[in-house]
């Protein structure tokens, strides 16, 4: 079982709402990821947060943002989302982003419907 | 521009036969390959990695084969199992931390055949 867990698993919201998506790993990693995958399509990386800084924004819009609260969470907020915004957002980990052999562990994900 | 070519699209396997993946890289900075499965409705789990340092590495019925001259990685999985079908995705990083993002290939969807 992954040990980066993430809320909610399934997410429907309207192109007014504002959200967000929850992420928490425990096994001490001091690097954390959004990725956003659509079907049938590799995971695409959005932002990395390196020991609570972000490190990098690969240039996603404003109506997403990150935060990062701990060396254990990270949260991704959502507000005036288009339909086409609907996908899987995968939160990962790693040991430590500046560092070689870069693991990175997956969460299950959290199905993001914008209606 | 793709800087992680993966091959086949899709794999059809009868149950006891090899499935064989491919991918090649262009950039000859990436030193961290790993391979991911992921199973429908689920986020990708880390299945096996090599450094280029190896020729190949083996876990179980899982085989990384690394070619590092001709830029191209492989994954091979013995006595493939129906419970083996799933979407699987190689990738590729650079090490030092200047890309600590993964690169992904396309995936290639596999099924195994009872």
């Known amino acids: 079982d992954t040990e980066v867990t993430q809320t909610p698993k399934h997410l429907v919201m309207g192109m007014t709402n504002k959200k967000s998506l929850k992420c928490e790993q425990h096994?001490?990693?001091?690097?954390m990821y959004w990725y956003k995958q659509k079907a049938k399509k590799p995971p695409e990386l959005m932002f990395v947060y390196s020991y609570e800084k972000l490190s990098i924004n690969e240039s996603v819009p404003s109506r997403f943002s990150p935060e990062c609260p701990n060396s254990s969470l990270l949260n991704l907020h959502l507000h005036a989302l288009q339909p086409e915004d609907s996908a899987l957002y995968l939160c990962?980990?790693?040991?430590?982003?500046?560092?070689?052999?870069?693991?990175?562990?997956f969460g299950e994900g959290s199905w993001l419907t914008v209606v | 521009q793709q800087q992680v070519k993966q091959s086949p699209q899709s794999l059809i396997v009868q149950k006891g036969g090899i499935s064989i993946i491919n991918c090649a890289y262009e950039n000859t900075a990436f030193d961290y390959f790993p391979w991911y499965q992921q199973f429908p409705g689920k986020g990708p789990a880390l299945l096996i990695a090599i450094r280029p340092d190896v020729s190949e590495k083996k876990e179980g019925r899982f085989t990384i084969s690394f070619n590092k001259s001709a830029k191209q990685f492989s994954l091979h999985i013995m006595d493939s199992q129906p419970g083996d079908s799933a979407t699987y995705f190689c990738a590729a990083s650079t090490d030092g931390g200047s890309q600590g993002n993964l690169i992904f290939g396309k995936g290639t969807k596999l099924s195994v055949k009872p």
């Open positions: 990962a980990s790693s040991q430590d982003y500046t560092t070689g052999g870069n693991t990175i562990y």
């Open positions: 096994m001490g990693h001091r690097a």
